[in-house]
């Protein structure tokens, strides 16, 4: 039941910690709710698709099912959505089961580089259970918080008054990366339902292909992206994926909000992957979970060598080609050991195996997703590197500073605006411009000379990276903000 004079938020996203994650979409989405459910006032909850793991995660968490269900129709054909209902850290979640589409092992595709077939049916069905939810929940939310092009048809269809019990409900769109758009062939308009008439470039079309991210972007009250300089940048032909131009014609109601981490979950003094804990005060612990790692990953336990840690998806946009081209010199001269984690792009593995076949005791390419490794990575390492050739915001950087690892980044998207470099004499970390070897080359260079070189300077920007607060506490007040211009409440 709503208690009277609260707002009520609905986020609407396809993956949700801790049910399940392929990027940093799902950090945010379980992260943001939670927070703003902290904010006096705010009542906020989440759904996403009841994948079989997310179910099998939440079953664990205590899932239980609501009675009924909802049909959903796409295409002549009904779908039978069961909702299950978890409240975890105080936050209210549902996940909208459908087995034929949903009762699979991957949430967009057998492998991390595929797609399913039949993905515009999947978040056809998606977008309109979660409009249908509210009233089988009887709880109506004021806004309806979309997520990415997976959600992207949520404001599209509230604004064709697809849903008739939501009528004051107003949408915000967020997109986390405009480079997945969610494109598929006309005909899968009849999967939408929205009206044939909304096939043109206005609105849903993109040369002569529906656009789920189109959709959003366009009929959403509120657009916002993750950071304040992507919010820029997606308006030039450099980043915009060729919907810079629908960008700037939406710019009167877009914003850059800067992402938050989950303070509680990335905590160096208290993380329960971490062998030792550590704070600002005393950073002992860290050289603890330095040796560890070294341990762990079979390297030389080496307390002076810098020890460089990526963690990453494996596609283009994370230019680890810079890394794979730059690093050699470095690590033959001894000057630093390598670790990276991630899978992704069979290429790009390939190399990183080659990488590590040529340097066996100073490299280590720990292939696939490992949370626990993740937090061990970001805690035992020195510098950690993120040379993306763009990046909305990026969590990684965020979670380096908040363990005193300084991050290496180009300067781009979100890592422009969480970044200084300590060339200012009061940065954070390490900043370069052009994604090219050379610069990609002389900023490493720089960074193992400080860390070598001038100890006391490192540990001076190590005690500013980590004293900064980047928690969604701060950044959902940005939110509830927004929430509020669109409602009375
Ligand atoms: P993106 O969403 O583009 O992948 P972000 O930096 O926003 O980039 O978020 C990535 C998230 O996924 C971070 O929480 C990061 O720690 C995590 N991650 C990425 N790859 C792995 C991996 N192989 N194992 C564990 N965590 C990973
Ligand atoms: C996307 C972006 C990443 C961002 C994340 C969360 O996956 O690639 O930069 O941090 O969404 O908003």
Redesign the pocket.
Known sequence: MAKSGELRVLHVASEVVPFVKT??????AGALPKALCQQRGIEARVCLPGYRHALRVAENLGLRWLPGHLVIEAGGVDHHIGVGEVVHDGLCTYLLACDELFGRDGCYGPTPSSDYEDNARRFSVFAKAALALPRFLQWIPHIIHA??WQAGLVPALLERGWCHDLPATRSVF?I??I??QGTFWHWDMKLTGLPWAMFNPLQVEHFSKLNFLKAGIVAAQRVTT??RR?AEEIQTEDYGWGLEGVIAGHAHKLSGIT?GIDADIWDPAHDPHLPAHFDAQDLSGKAVCKAELQRELGLPIEAKTALVGVVS?LVE?KGIDLVLAGVDPYILAGRMQLVVLGAGDPAIEAALRRLQGRHPTRVCFWHGYNEGLAHRIEAGCDLFLMP?R??????NQMYSLRYGTLPLVRYT??LADTVTDVCSGEGNGFTFGPADLGHFSAVLDRALGLYQHFPEDWRRAQLRAMKEDHSWQVVARSYAALYRSLTWV
């Open positions: 990027g940093g979409l799902a950090d945010v997520h990415d967020t986390h990366n480079a997945y993750v950071s992507y992402n998806r946009q993306s763009f990046e909305p915001c990026g969590l998207g979100g």
